[in-house]
């Protein structure tokens, strides 16, 4: 059943659970390690034949549900005019990093027509190889992007994010009201060039509280979910270290909640009544573990779904670069068998 991953989404029947996996096409790969050796990230990225290729080379070893295309969280930011450089060992990292309301007034809001072009190339390549695969677009959340921009580079606390939003409120509004319009407008761009579903990756928003993701994150969620509705495709809302901000999760309009690992799949399941579908939730540090451990913690997670139509097997954040592919393989094979249900 090549939409299983899309009927799981609207939480509809399937035929077993769907897999795939966040950074599915990444660094434990050695193919895409050999390719490393010879382009920088933000170069694999800018070339579609070879950005289209990394989305596929999981494809290719795995029975999973879905591709994701391959492309970098920051991608969008360079058509805002955002000098950055994706730093080995230590991630994205931004040359002139916002602190003032000025630096907010000079930041651009590009058409979806010129928004990574690039990436658009490689979603059409993509699709004509993927044979009714569904593809997975992908764009980070307004304040993720928000916290890079103003911390210069990760960060472990995001004070730097956290202090502007107190200190320079009118700042604040007009750096996500940019932000969510430039995200609107590329998810819109991924969709026309051929995605199925899209992913909004609010990574490290869970370092808010419910008052201040009420107050500073929240209307800008819903006016992104508001206008992408319209785009007819599943939409994914993730983050990491959620577990208070589920509830005001739910509100803003997607179609399913991705879960880190730090909350049980049934708990927060139910914390959301069950009204929308839930992706999740192994850790990826299980996967640096024996097979029957990883067989174990699968379990698990397969027996809180309950068999209820709507889960789709992820894990809670990315694969780790040190994952054995074999144990990938092994654990989508899993999934698929054991969740099997019988043909009417």
């Known amino acids: 059943m090549r939409d299983r991953f899309l009927r799981a989404c609207r939480r509809q029947p399937t035929d077993c659970t769907?897999?795939?996996?966040?950074?599915?096409?990444?660094?434990?790969?050695?193919?895409?390690?050999?390719?490393?050796?010879?382009?920088?990230?933000?170069?694999?990225?800018?070339?579609?034949?070879?950005?289209?290729?990394?989305?596929?080379?999981?494809?290719?070893?795995?029975?999973?549900?879905?591709?994701?295309?391959?492309?970098?969280?920051m991608t969008p930011l360079e058509g805002m005019g955002i000098e950055l450089e994706v730093q080995e060992g230590v991630g994205p990292v931004i040359a002139q990093p916002i602190r003032s309301l000025e630096d907010v007034r000079r930041l651009l809001v590009p058409d979806d027509e010129v928004l990574a072009p690039a990436t658009m190339q490689a979603i059409q390549i993509v699709k004509g190889e993927l044979n009714g695969l569904p593809l997975i677009g992908f764009a980070g959340a307004p304040f993720t992007l928000a916290s890079y921009l103003l911390e210069g580079g990760p960060s472990r606390d995001f004070a730097q994010t956290r202090a502007f939003m107190f200190r320079h409120p009118e700042a604040w509004h007009q750096l996500m009201t940019k932000l969510t319009e430039t995200i609107i407008r590329y998810i819109t761009a991924q969709v026309r060039a051929g995605v199925d579903a899209v992913q909004i990756f609010d990574s490290w928003v869970g370092c808010l509280n419910p008052t201040d993701y009420r107050k500073f994150v929240l209307p800008y969620m819903r006016q992104l979910f508001e206008r992408t509705a319209p785009l007819g495709v599943p939409r994914i809302l993730f983050g990491t270290g959620t577990a208070t901000l589920l509830p005001m999760m739910r509100q803003v309009g997607s179609e399913v909640i991705g879960l880190d690992w730090r909350l049980p799949l049934d708990e927060a399941w139910q914390t959301l009544d069950f009204a929308v579908a839930v992706q999740g939730n192994l850790d990826p540090a299980v996967l640096l573990a024996d097979w029957q451990v990883v067989k174990g913690r699968a379990m698990d997670i397969l027996r809180q779904a309950k068999g209820k139509w709507g889960h789709i097997f992820n894990l809670g954040h990315g694969i780790l670069p040190q994952t054995d592919p074999s144990i990938v393989a092994r654990l989508v094979d899993f999934v698929h068998e054991a969740t099997e249900r019988p043909r009417e």
């Open 18 to 73: 769907p897999v795939w996996f966040m950074r599915q096409a990444g660094r434990y790969l050695p193919e895409y390690r050999r390719l490393r050796e010879r382009y920088g990230l933000m170069e694999l990225c800018r070339h579609p034949e070879l950005a289209a290729e990394i989305t596929l080379m999981p494809v290719r070893r795995f029975a999973v549900d879905a591709a994701i295309i391959f492309a970098d969280l």
